[in-house]
């Protein structure tokens, strides 16, 4: 519904951009936006569920500040710029397609126990960070000197900082050099006060009771890796989700920006058209047909400048192979002509695979309360419009546990004393990250939707939903068919590398030992409902651990940033996250992380966004000083 004095967001069709040019074309989830643009921008999400149309707006608001720039932003979804699609519990829902979410199954999963897994992604503007569960996580200093440590000095924490300190506004941390106070984007911690779960501060309660200290603020470059902490959520002060198209793009700016800005929704993107030249290849024109099937007239806008994708982690690599840049053999045997043969190219997928262990728990003492009340649920809901309060108001995740598997002991799990965690080498990068994060959530977390609706749709739950930080199992993404219109094929490979084992065994017993101190809190959990039958067996556990592994959505690294010729993992990036071998065409979203990050990664993706766009307008300054009096170079 729209907001009765709300105006219309600017939205155009494929049609109405059809021969056009542009400086630029931003293209996010695989949707394409063009009028008179020096650059185009890709640009499909996933976010928190993390990442493609989250950058895209990021980039196309930050280069269309030059009003004699010419923006086209081409979305696979829809503005869907709604009062309902702000209210952070209603927007999290991504079982609800009126919100802009999408979902495929991925490929068997071999390891765990070859079940499918559903894959989710935002296709709206703004991608997943207006579906996501709005936390604002940078991550640690460490994850980002590996980063430079792998020759990209300039993806060092130092180097990045500022571009997260430009993005944000944060309305509850105090002023500091490492915290934004003026940037578009939104943020605040809610106080345990505000939390409407007795279960979290209980959960709180207990974790301390393991020995466990608090982290006073995660995105501190001095924040400790162990610890519990309460979470920074891209939420306002009148309790709405700020979305990166809430930030970047609200409707003011869209309608401000109209002479130079184009905002192309419902287009899908079938190819990025260019040609190869002695210097490499440069990108021409991007075709794109309407969203929806049976509309079969293919359309064209030229690019002037560059095309920018920021479709995501698994929107990317797919807009890539399409356009015949990727693995020369799997581009043949779907008949795409290979422009530039990139092996790396939807490689190294990765993902925070995660393992919900979970207690029954009274129905009143979860989110259930509301699904099983038609009338609790109304009044949540008049809560919330009349007075920006209850459950409605507030993301689900308000805090979590981190812990470095290092800091627990091998067969137990049990916080190794301080003293002994002190002595770790902290010169090694490695020991500097959390390995586990531990989120407690007053809901279900299973991923079998079958069995949720069977079981656990009925009952009262509490999920401690272990997620390991730093795996070593890799995916892949890979065309389905040479169709634009088909979801790719997704392999998450989770648990595939046997080191994943033995940091899930630790996670699970840690969720365990909790489990233990609640019950010694007198909260009731009154049964397990997603636990092993025994913590004691490797078998039972290996056991239970495949039968529950799940993603968390936090795709990324299937465009990354190295080396093409990197023997171990080939690189698709370089350091200006221009993709080897071409002269105007950069992928911006988490995609390109040399490696996954140890924490939730929609900050990471604006992060990169903001970067990507300054890197764009310093290569054009220094162009602009060679042209010219008639315009050439």
Not at 10 to 17: G, I, K, Q, W, Y
């Amino acid at each position: 519904m729209w907001w009765p004095i709300r105006n219309r967001y600017p939205e155009h069709r494929p049609e109405d951009v059809d021969t056009q040019e542009y400086d630029y074309i931003v293209i996010g989830g695989m949707f394409i936006i063009a009028n008179e643009v020096r650059y185009i921008i890709c640009s499909k999400s996933h976010q928190n569920l993390e990442t493609g149309g989250t950058a895209g707006c990021v980039v196309a608001s930050r280069l269309s500040e030059d009003s004699n720039t010419s923006i086209l932003v081409l979305e696979r979804g829809l503005a869907n710029d709604t009062w309902m699609s702000r209210i952070p519990l209603v927007g999290a829902n991504i079982l609800s397609p009126d919100m802009g979410a999408v979902s495929w199954y991925s490929e068997a999963m071999k390891y765990c126990a070859n079940r499918q897994d559903l894959i989710f992604r935002g296709e709206v503007l703004g991608g997943t960070s207006r579906i996501n569960g709005m936390i604002y996580a940078r991550g640690s200093v460490g994850d980002y000197d590996i980063w430079a440590s792998t020759g990209y000095p300039e993806w060092a924490y130092d180097k990045v900082l500022p571009y997260f300190v430009k993005a944000e506004t944060t309305m509850s941390r105090p002023k500091s050099f490492y915290r934004g106070d003026s940037g578009l984007w939104i943020n605040q911690v809610f106080d345990p006060s505000t939390w409407l779960f007795e279960i979290y501060h209980v959960f709180q309660r207990a974790a301390e009771a393991l020995g466990f200290g608090v982290i006073e603020d995660t995105n501190s470059p001095d924040a400790p890796c162990d610890g519990l902490s309460s979470l920074d959520s891209t939420v306002d002060e009148n309790r709405q989700r700020v979305s990166t198209m809430d930030a970047y793009l609200p409707s003011r700016t869209a309608h401000e920006r109209q002479a130079n800005l184009t905002l192309c929704t419902g287009a899908t993107v079938c190819r990025i058209d260019g040609s190869n030249h002695g210097a490499g290849y440069r990108a021409d024109r991007v075709t794109l047909e309407n969203s929806s099937r049976g509309h079969d007239k293919v359309f064209s806008v030229k690019v002037k400048k560059e095309v920018v994708v920021c479709a995501g982690a698994l929107g990317s690599p797919q807009i890539l192979m399409l356009s015949g840049i990727g693995p020369r053999l799997h581009l043949e045997q779907h008949g795409v002509e290979v422009m530039r043969d990139l092996p790396g190219v939807g490689s190294e997928l990765s993902d925070h695979t995660a393992i919900p262990v979970a207690w029954e728990v009274p129905i009143e003492a979860s989110l259930t309360h509301l699904a099983k009340s038609p009338f609790k649920g109304a009044l949540e809901f008049l809560k919330y419009v009349l007075f920006r309060k209850g459950v409605l108001s507030l993301p689900i995740q308000v805090l979590s546990l981190f812990v470095r598997t290092s800091s627990l002991e091998q067969e137990t799990s049990i916080l190794i004393h301080e003293m002994e965690r002190n002595k770790k080498d902290e010169t090694d990068l490695e020991t500097r990250l959390p390995d586990i994060e531990v989120m407690p959530l007053a809901t279900s977390a299973v991923d079998d939707l079958e069995e949720h609706k069977r079981h656990f749709s009925k009952i009262g739950v509490f999920s401690l939903l272990t997620t390991l930080l730093r795996p070593k199992s890799r995916g892949t993404v890979r065309l389905r068919s040479p169709s634009p219109h088909d979801r790719p094929k997704v392999d998450l490979d989770l648990l595939s590398d046997p080191e994943d084992f033995a940091l899930a065994r630790k996670a699970v017993r840690l969720a365990l030992r909790l489990g233990d101190a609640i019950k010694a809190k007198e909260f009731p959990l009154l049964r397990g409902v997603s636990v092993p039958l025994s913590d004691h067996s490797v078998e039972d556990m290996d056991k239970f651990i495949r039968h529950r592994a799940r993603t968390t959505y936090h795709y990324s690294s299937t465009c990354r940033m190295a080396s093409e010729h990197d023997a171990q993992a080939p690189g698709v990036v370089d350091e200006s996250l221009r993709v080897h071998g071409t002269l105007n065409l950069r992928v911006c979203d988490a995609s390109v992380f040399p490696q996954i990050l140890a924490c939730h990664l929609m900050a990471p993706v604006v992060m990169v966004a903001e970067k990507c766009a300054n890197m764009i307008q310093k290569d054009e300054a220094t162009i602009s000083q060679y042209k010219t009096r008639d315009g050439s170079y």
